[in-house]
Each structure stands twice: as structure tokens, then as C-alpha cells.
């Protein structure tokens, strides 16, 4: 069954601290990672997309990577700001059509 | 930028009235996507549709149907409300394009008492 697991549920941070979510899937045949952050109210916005070649890629303090061959990937975060205070979805999709599975989202509170 | 509109923020209707969430964008996508979202839950797909009056169920179409009678419109239809059916309603866009992300309005909070 094709899944997509985030972990922590939800994570509590200060200021200035960094950060890392993870993305766990099962997703096959594989076509890409997309990370989405979506705000109270709004709905959600990408960040960054992973392809199956794609190892790291950086989004100003973002930087996701991905492992093909274990099927993880990671979110990290750098000197966290408030504005940071989000849900990140982690949304993988397969090859052929609209096949695209959501993770349930990682809760992140900044705190000043 | 896309722009994904939704008709209303917030909603609040009854147990067995008919509710339309009405779902607009302006790129001329050829594809639109219903989800709903619920605490602890992934985005589930309801319906989506891949041109002017085509539509395909998604995962958890029972209770709902949707109308795409212009490329830009998309809308989705509870015939007969229930408790359930409270929710976050998303509408999403994409292009045909490989690797393009979905577009999405900012949702409808449907409460059905």
C-alpha cells in the first residue's frame, strides 16, 4: 500500500534554533517528493521538489534531501524564525497519472 | 502567480441541506482537485477532473459529486450534508506539465451541525 509517514506529529522549537522533519514512504514506482508548508488558515505552498536523481536541494533556510534507495526524506531548517510556525507536508508522487499520497504534516511552533 | 480562489473561508450549514463549495483559478490548468483535510489525517483526494466536464472519484467520493462545466471552475456538491462531512475543504490546480506542484486555494472550513 502505497503510504507516506511524518514524524514528529508535532515539535516545539525556539528562535533561532534548527531543525529537521522527516518524510518515510512507500510510494511506487516513485516520481517525486514535494514539501509543502501551509500556514493557519491557508493552504498549502511548495517548498522544494525531490526527484528520484536529486540527492539535496536548498530553498534559502530550507534544505531538503532525499534517499532514493531507503525511501526518506528530511526537511532541516535553519535559524528558525517565527514566521516559521507551519504544517509541512511531506507529498510524494507516482509515475502515471495523479497518483499522489500526503503525509499527515508535521506541526512546527516557533517560540520566541 | 496561480491564483486559486475559493468562494468562502467559513461555512456553516445543517444536517441534510445541499452544500456547494464553489473553486476558481486563473491559469487555465486543465486539472483541479477537491481534498479534504482533517486533524491527524493526510489531504484526501474527493474528486478531481482533467478537462471541462470530465471528473474521476478520487479515494472518498461517496457522499459528494462535483461540476466542471467551464475549464476554470471546479465545484464540489454535498447533495445531503452530514455530521461527517465536517471539515477543511482544499481546491487545487496543476498543469499538465511534469513535476508541477498543485496550486491550492485557501480552503473552506465546513461545519454541518
Known amino acids: 500500500k502505497n503510504q507516506v509517514e511524518q514524524s514528529p506529529q508535532s515539535l516545539i522549537i525556539l528562535e533561532g534554533k534548527n531543525c529537521t522533519l522527516q518524510c518515510n514512504y512507500t510510494v511506487s514506482p516513485f516520481s517525486n517528493l514535494r514539501w509543502y508548508k501551509q500556514d493557519t488558515g491557508r493552504g498549502p505552498v511548495s517548498l522544494t521538489i525531490m526527484t528520484f536523481s536529486e540527492n539535496t536541494k536548498s530553498n534559502g533556510r530550507y534544505t531538503a534531501t532525499l534517499d532514493a534507495d531507503t525511501k526518506q526524506s528530511s526537511l532541516h531548517i535553519t535559524a528558525s524564525q517565527l514566521s516559521d510556525s507551519a504544517s509541512y507536508i511531506c507529498?510524494?508522487?507516482?509515475?502515471?497519472?495523479?497518483?499522489?499520497?500526503f503525509g499527515a504534516g508535521t506541526r512546527l511552533f516557533v517560540k520566541a | 502567480d496561480v491564483k486559486v480562489t475559493q468562494s468562502s473561508r467559513y461555512l456553516v450549514k445543517r444536517t441534510g441541506e445541499k452544500v456547494f463549495l464553489e473553486c476558481v483559478q486563473d491559469m487555465d490548468h486543465e486539472n483541479m482537485f477537491w481534498y479534504r483535510q482533517d486533524p491527524g489525517l493526510g489531504l484526501r483526494l474527493i474528486y478531481f477532473s482533467y478537462d471541462v466536464k470530465m471528473k474521476e472519484k478520487g479515494d472518498i467520493p461517496e457522499g459528494y459529486s462535483v461540476s466542471r462545466e467551464k475549464k476554470e471552475r471546479f465545484s464540489l456538491i454535498l447533495e445531503s450534508a452530514s455530521t461527517n462531512q465536517t471539515s477543511m475543504y482544499l481546491c487545487?490546480?496543476?498543469?499538465?506539465?511534469?513535476?508541477?506542484?498543485?496550486?491550492f486555494g485557501s480552503g473552506t472550513q465546513l461545519s454541518v451541525l
Open positions: 507529498v510524494v508522487r507516482g509515475t502515471g497519472g495523479f497518483k499522489t499520497i
Open positions: 487545487a490546480s496543476l498543469s499538465g506539465q511534469v513535476n508541477e506542484k498543485l496550486f
